[in-house]
């Protein structure tokens, strides 16, 4: 068997997991969210108005302040809706499975043993500090 076949292997494997499943179930109960979809439209639309406002020649600070207000107000509301959290949360936990496949494959890019290669290291973030991505 091939690597790329391996890969495609994998990817089956990864699409069996809990982790996949419950991303599947969370996208589509927030694509069919009425109200969250509604929700994005007048975030995107007020984003838009934002920019235009923006842009304008004689900018108008209050109006721009009041969109800016309107625009901050519908994003706290997409992102405490329930269908968005539970969405977030499950991209969280598959992107976590993802991550160890990833630092399983980078390692053993790297000459590690891939049956013992730190899969539980995550990044702090500061580079300054880093002996290097695994």
């Known amino acids: ?23 599947q179930v969370a996208r589509k109960a927030s694509d069919e969210d009425k109200e969250l979809q509604d929700l994005i439209a007048q975030f995107n639309i007020k984003r838009m108005d934002l920019s235009s406002a923006m842009q304008e020649e004689n900018k108008d600070e209050e109006k721009i302040t009041s969109l800016d207000k309107e625009l901050k107000e519908l994003y706290q509301k997409v992102m405490s809706n329930e269908s968005l959290a539970a969405f977030n949360t499950a991209k969280m936990e598959l992107d976590a499975i993802m991550n160890k496949v990833q630092m399983v494959l980078t390692a ?14 995550s990044c702090g973030g500061s580079c300054s500090t880093c002996g290097g991505c695994h």
């Open 108 to 121: 053993s890019v790297n000459g590690e043993d891939p049956e013992t290669c730190d899969v539980e290291h």
């Open 1 to 23: 068997m091939d690597i790329v076949q391996l890969a495609r292997e994998m990817g089956k494997q990864i699409q069996q997991t809990e982790e996949y499943k419950n991303l």
